[in-house]
């Protein structure tokens, strides 16, 4: 753990947005909200806030604690008990005293949970100890086991003395010293970053805020005298500006033109030492260069290390004289070259300056798609590395290789049973599986390098398989015809991913017992590995033989095994899949609870393994025409089913959990329509019991109430959370179009009605902004819904009863319903798929024909379901901008999150396309089609590459750059001139590696042939409609950029590009050049393993906030942020959400230093572990610059926000709402600090997108006015003050009323602008009328108050503060309280986008 070393609290957390949303459901609001709240400014609605409050926060708790019950059958009751249990990690610290040989005892605070191994890793960091690694810590004379935990040993207590103690060297221990010794010199420099090895990354934030910002900031307070600040930016940053320059993307840093402390340092070409010399104590001999060009040898010995008498071509080890023995190389270097010693000095006190987020190595490597021309020095660890194997001191695990099968395995079952064991079992974990995704990239590489022998040699290049470090790796090639049926090579491209998201939610289910693959997808070089650990005796045995449940031939044959079932019965509630039968070949009836295709296999370790789980989760009908089936006509009017390339599309995780709590809701409505019914009826019969339903319930035997009430309690609460997230899309099917309030009392139509209409919802109206207006919501929903909401809490009570107290006609109401929703189960809701139905070659027993139906309906359903509510559903959030996608990532996440896949973004776009508020869609339409493009052109990109030869790689890469994105008409190819190329032509070399093509067809590649082919892939992919020919008519007509562009493609295929500005443009020369093509780095997909306990007390955190208790909030974030330390170690995405929230929180309740420390490291993650130019991190550089100016540093929040602005025009261009908020903040920090007519230019800019994204009546709009209104005034212009803020002022009228404060306060500052103006104007009268000698009435032009511009900016940023007194606190927190409650119910409909200012509005969240 690093949190010792770098002097920062053992704490730093973080959202992993991306990976989130992936695997925890509720996570999709917190996501969402932290975009979104930002956005909505004062009087605007936050839709947002809204959805947390029923989504984010208290629900996801009980739906993962009924997680928790069932995985280890223990119930922590939620976070009572987990704030009990966390108390036991927090055992107070203590301080010891530790003596280094030479230096003064420090003093170090140290915790009682930390090993002895951790000191040893905060010595090796500290200035003035760091060149030390092979010693011992000792304590009166005893040795300290390296691995004890400090609490352990006895006599360790405040103020003991450790003394270090030097120890004699191995040759381990030599290795690790010089290995050391390089990483110090090389601490500043970023080549590993730019190179995408050891998990480092760039990060440019100290850049802009002249080193760290804390107290040293402080110093530089220059900005208050205003004039010493240039705030002019660059001309490519200003509004309007039309060029977009690569080369800001990475500003020159000065520290890193490195100080050269040595020449070189490299191993000896006399290694190892001879025998006699070993006697001698001789471990390895170095050579090296000083800056004084010295030449010298030097022997590593077991006494340390000193000059020998060795050259380059004769061998004397007789030590030099004088020799220089020294334990340390830094020592001995220090005597030798001053130059060293100087240069050593200062970069140690640099780097231990830097801040340690800038240097601490991330969990998943992160790759630069630009880089500099780096210089290409010697270095002798790396030229080792690359052609040794490291692994022989990994981690410092003994033994050469490790086994990641026994690794992976051994971590899931360490114990779980309370708060501090499942901290050290998910630690392991995640650490376990970054370091396997690591060498399985590695090896993925070295695969299609050609670097790794295949264990089939003799096959052909595509069906070869390999085996390097012990992980497995294929490629995804349609292999002995095995995915014929399904589609050949696009299936066998398919289903590993299919495969891994299999392999994610087996593994969030995390069932005792039941064990999936490490598995690690790499695309690398156009061609798809896939790396898996190895179960145990697999490859000793046939797969017939080893396979004892499901079946390797697609169903033909089938088995099954009890274990299985019971192991895989434990994950068909929380997977939603089916238990079903199928028959084998001899027409037996076999029972499965997953997909045929999912083997088990029984290793030689005696687990129970489960692979190939490419079909967890249903088919997706919509992309898998079926004879003699029909859709559902909202499916079919979209022109679906469609042919797909292959057939196995699914759907996705988050679609069955958002379906089924869509039927979750209907199953409730219709459960209380009934009820209510019931009532009437009795009301009208006069029967003295009105309140018999409530009693009764349906179960009988006991488990499978159990099963019943959780299955209720978990839809239930997520089902406010979709709700909400989906906008309350079409609600119910035809249900309700029957229902009239609470007065229909014929009971036969209620109870078939629904069983007619229960293929998936009606199609609902698509009103003006393209949300559906439900059947229920145009009848006078006053007089149905309180009785709904009544009838509803019957409906749960009726159905969480344990069945004691049945009625039959309560028995009949859930029947009813349940039937109506296509349950499995006929007495409680129960919604699960059978994942086989339509798998070619599987077939069903007789008896279960009925059931087949069923499901082959519900599937129709939920297919339906996608396209007419999810779909709607993602525009419309993308209208009232609770979503808000910058890039192709940030897209393609909002797809993911309500479960559209990636494959329906034609449908989306043509949605769109027809959508009548499509002008304030324009961003989302021209990201969804750059994301469409530059996929078509991936997909060509990917068969391209398979037929170059490594050595013409750079020129082909270059080469379908220029024909993609230059102007230039007759892009020609450069081939290798022919030397390179080998003369024999190839006779049927069968054993090439698989990057070996070795033909040139990749040169004949046009522009034209291109574009041609991307509008085909698009049609017959995305079945979208690209009516182009060329680069520039694309970007002509979707006014896309080709930089964009560029980045898009970059990102997605792994290129690494030279950073210099391009010119696309020429019509004469092309834009790439060979040299321009630095690296080609693999795109990796793997599981992201999660910190759910941390994960919890982040949600509670931020559910506290939502309901206005800050304090407590805080406390459980920060607590959040110590336990995602504890798992993920200092770096990680959850960490930068965790910090973002709390450096928020610190500045609500007014702690600013606080909130710009936590800001910053925010700021330094993201940059790290999302990339420098990724759209969150541009929106934690809003952040930073917000609080840098709370702080009074106005020139470094000038900086950040023109940095973030940089940023957003990269990566997609001005016209995007988002633009809206920054222009407004920076012209807002221009306005603080006087420059006027800059600040208008960017305040303009903000009114025109706000305008256009948010209609001119919205409150926003308003805002904008009033904003230029004040920089007009401070201009003394006063007419154009006027005319802006009587905009204004008419939009406050029309929207929120005359007696609204914000009307009134308008129309107070129009009083005002007219007295000045008339003021003004009299002056100017007695100017004309008495010359010079007029007498001048003083006019007050006042500067802006600091105080003023901030409570602007906090306005904008959806910061308030409202001054309350404990009473308003106290109705405040009691409305939000009765604000859930109605919601839970149903009973508010979606706030619309402009309404009035409501309290809850008020809290600022993120």
């Known amino acids: 753990m690093v949190s010792k070393t770098d002097d920062i609290p053992a704490s730093v957390p973080n959202c992993n947005q991306v990976d989130l949303a992936d695997e925890v459901d509720g996570a999709q609001d917190s996501k969402e909200t932290t975009n979104t709240s930002l956005k909505d400014s004062c009087a605007c609605g936050h839709g947002a806030d809204t959805a947390m409050m029923n989504g984010g926060g208290a629900h996801d708790h009980t739906e993962e604690v009924e997680s928790k019950q069932d995985g280890s059958g223990e119930a922590d009751g939620g976070e009572e008990s987990n704030e009990q249990e966390v108390i036991v990690i927090q055992d107070t610290g203590f301080t010891v005293k530790i003596q280094a040989p030479g230096t003064e005892p420090f003093d170090l605070q140290v915790s009682p949970q930390e090993m002895v191994q951790e000191i040893h890793q905060v010595l090796m960091d500290r200035e003035d100890t760091c060149h030390r690694t092979c010693f011992s810590l000792q304590l009166d004379g ?11 040993i006895e006599g360790l207590q405040e103020g003991s003395l450790l003394k270090v103690v030097e120890e004699p060297y191995t040759v381990r221990e030599a290795r690790i010293h010089v290995r050391h010794i390089r990483d110090l010199l090389k601490s500043l420099d970023p080549s590993d970053a730019y190179n995408g090895v050891d998990c480092n990354s760039l990060s440019f934030l100290s850049i802009f805020t002249d080193g760290d910002l804390g107290d040293s900031g402080k110093r530089k307070k220059k900005g208050n005298e205003l004039e010493q600040i240039d705030c002019t930016p660059p001309e490519h940053i200003l509004p309007g500006s039309k060029e977009r320059p690569l080369v800001p993307l990475q500003p020159q840093n000065k520290d890193w033109k490195p100080m050269q402390c040595l020449k070189v340092l490299t191993m000896s070409g006399w290694n190892p030492p001879p025998g006699n010399r070993k006697m001698h104590g001789d471990l390895m001999y170095l050579y090296m260069v000083t800056v004084e060009e010295r030449h010298v040898s030097v022997t590593a010995s077991t006494r340390g290390f000193y000059l020998n008498q060795s050259t380059t071509y004769t061998f004397n080890p007789k030590p030099a004289n004088p020799s220089f023995l ?40 992160v790759y630069s798609w630009t880089a500099p021309q780096v210089d290409h020095a010697m270095d002798c660890v790396r030229a080792e590395d690359a052609y040794t194997s490291r692994l022989g001191y990994e981690e410092h695990i003994p033994g050469q290789t490790r086994d990641w099968n026994e690794e992976l395995q051994t971590t899931r079952e360490l114990a779980r049973k309370n708060l501090p064991e499942r901290l050290l079992r998910e630690r392991a974990i995640f650490k376990v599986h970054s370091d396997f995704a690591a060498a399985a990239t590695r090896g993925a590489m070295a695969v299609i390098d050609g670097n790794v022998m295949a264990i089939n040699p003799g096959e052909e290049t595509r069906m070869q398989m390999f085996i390097w470090n012990n992980i497995f790796f294929s490629l995804g090639f349609d292999v002995r015809d095995h995915y014929r049926e399904l589609g050949g090579d696009a299936a066998a491209h398919a289903a590993p991913t299919n495969d891994l998201n299999g392999v994610r939610a087996y593994g969030a289910v995390d069932v005792e017992g039941l064990y999936t693959l490490g598995t690690v997808v790499v695309d690398y070089r156009g061609y798809r590995v896939t790396a898996q650990s190895i179960i145990p005796g697999i490859l000793e045995r046939e797969q017939e033989q080893s396979v004892i449940y499901g079946s390797i031939d697609f169903g033909k044959t089938v088995v099954s095994h009890s274990k299985y079932l019971e192991l895989l019965e434990k994950t068909s509630r929380p997977l939603k899949v089916q238990r079903h039968g199928v028959l084998n070949e001899k027409n037996e009836a076999v029972e499965l609870c997953s997909s045929v295709e999912c083997k088990g296999i029984i290793g030689n370790d005696g687990r129970h393994y489960i692979l190939d789980l490419l079909r967890t989760f249903p088919p997706d009908l919509n992309f898998l025409p079926v004879e003699g089936e029909e859709l559902p006509p909202e499916s079919q009017r979209q022109g679906f089913p469609r042919q797909h390339r292959h057939r196995l599309a699914c759907l996705r995780q988050e679609l069955i959990e958002a379906f089924v709590e869509h039927r979750y809701l209907l199953f409730m409505k219709m459960a209380a329509l009934q009820l209510m019914q019931q009532k009437a009826n009795k009301d009208t019969n006069k029967t003295p019991s009105s309140e018999a339903p409530a009693l009764p319930n349906t179960e009988t035997s006991e488990s499978s109430s159990e099963t019943s009430t959780e299955t209720l309690t978990e839809s239930n609460a997520d089902a406010t959370q979709t709700q909400k997230s989906s906008s309350d899309a079409p609600k119910p099917p035809a249900t309700e179009v029957s229902t009239d309030g609470a007065d229909q009392t014929d009971d036969s139509t209620s109870a078939d009605s629904p069983a007619t209409t229960a293929n998936g919802p009606l199609e609902p109206a698509a009103t003006q902004n393209g949300e559906c207006k439900s059947p229920l919501e145009g009848k006078e929903p006053e007089e149905s819904i309180p009785g709904l909401a009544q009838a509803k809490e019957l409906a ?7 069945g004691s107290g049945i009625d039959p006609k309560s028995r009949e109401v859930v029947l009813n319903a349940c039937k109506a929703v296509g349950s499995i189960s006929n007495t409680s809701f129960d919604i699960r798929f059978n994942p086989d139905i339509f798998s070619p070659g599987v077939r069903f027993p007789e008896d279960s024909a009925d059931d087949v139906q069923k499901q082959k309906q519900l599937l129709k359903d939920a297919a339906s379901f996608l396209v007419s509510c999810q779909i709607p559903s993602l525009v419309k959030d993308c209208l009232d901008h609770s979503a808000l996608p910058m890039d192709g990532s940030t897209l393609t996440e909002a797809l993911h999150q309500r479960g559209i896949n990636v494959r329906y973004l034609g449908t989306v776009m043509e949605f769109v396309d027809k959508t009548p508020a499509k002008a304030q869609l324009e961003h989302f339409y021209r990201i969804g089609i750059s994301e469409l493009i530059t996929r078509c052109a991936k997909h060509i990109f990917k068969t391209y590459l398979q037929g170059v030869e490594l050595s013409a790689l750079s020129a082909a890469v270059s080469h379908f750059l220029n024909c993609f994105l230059s102007s230039f008409p007759d892009a020609v190819a450069h081939l290798p001139p022919d030397e390179l190329v080998s003369r024999r032509k190839n006779r049927k070399r069968r054993n090439r590696v698989p990057g070996g093509g070795d033909n040139t067809a990749w040169a004949s590649l046009t522009p034209s042939e291109l574009w041609k082919n991307i509008a085909s892939e698009a049609q017959s992919y995305y079945h979208f409609t690209i009516q182009c020919e060329s680069v520039d008519q694309v970007v002509e007509r979707y006014g896309l950029q080709k930089t964009t562009l560029l980045r898009e493609i970059s990102v997605k295929t792994g290129i690494q590009i030279l950073i210099k500005e391009y010119n696309f443009d020429s019509r004469h020369k092309p834009a790439f050049t060979e040299e321009d093509i630095l690296n080609i780095f693999p795109v990796v997909k793997h599981v992201n393993p999660k910190a759910s306990d941390a994960f919890h007390f982040f949600q509670s955190g931020q559910a506290k906030v939502q309901q206005g208790f800050l304090k407590e909030g805080c406390e459980l974030i920060n607590e959040a942020l110590n336990l995602f330390n504890n798992v ?7 960490i930068c959400a965790c910090l973002r929230l709390l450096a928020r929180l610190n500045y609500i309740m007014g702690d600013h230093p606080e909130a710009l420390s936590n800001q910053q490291k925010a700021v330094l993650m993201s940059e790290r572990v999302l990339g420098i130019e990724h759209p969150n991190t541009i929106q934690e550089y809003m952040h930073l610059a917000l609080y840098c100016f709370a702080n009074g540093q106005l020139s470094t929040a000038l900086k950040l926000l023109y940095r973030a602005r940089y940023l957003m025009l990269l990566v997609c261009g001005e016209d995007h709402p988002e633009m ?4 407004s903040n920076i012209g807002l920090v221009l306005h603080g600090v006087m420059e006027y007519d800059l600040s208008l230019r960017f305040l303009e800019n903000a009114l025109a997108i706000n305008t256009k994204y948010h209609g001119p009546r919205s409150l926003k709009v308003a805002l904008s006015h009033h904003l230029v209104a004040r920089v007009y005034e401070s201009k003394a212009e006063f007419r154009s003050a006027l005319q802006h803020e009587k905009e204004g002022y008419t939009i406050y009228k029309n929207q929120v009323g005359e007696t609204h404060e914000k009307t009134k306060e308008s129309s107070e500052y129009l009083k005002y602008l007219t007295q000045q103006a008339v003021a003004l104007q009299r002056t100017m009268n007695e100017i004309y009328k008495n010359g010079s ?15 003023s511009v901030l409570e602007q900016l906090n306005i904008i940023n959806g910061i308030i503060f409202i001054p309350l007194s ?11 309280q009765r604000r859930q409650q109605l919601q839970e119910s149903g009973k508010i409909e979606e706030q619309t986008e402009d309404s009035p200012l409501e309290l809850e509005d008020k809290i600022p969240i993120d």
Request: aromatic share 8%; proline share 5%; hydrophobic share 45%.
């Open 142 to 152: 005893n040795v300290l086991d390296n691995f004890a935990e400090l609490k352990s």
């Open 326 to 365: 020294s334990h340390s190389l830094v020592e001995l270097l220090s005597q030798i070259s001053p130059a060293f010693k100087k240069n050593f000095t200062a970069l140690q006190k640099k780097r231990v300056q830097r801040h340690p987020f800038e240097r601490i190595a991330t969990p998943f490597q």
């Open 796 to 802: 749960e009570s009726l159905v969480a009863e344990d």
């Open 1128 to 1134: 993920y170690g200092a770096m990680h995405v959850e």
């Open 1220 to 1223: 809206a908020l920054l222009d």
């Open 1333 to 1347: 000698n007029a007498s001048i009435m003083p006019l007050k032009f006042t500067a802006p108050s600091m105080a």
């Open 1366 to 1376: 404990q009473k308003d606190l106290e109705n405040l927190k009691a409305e939000v």
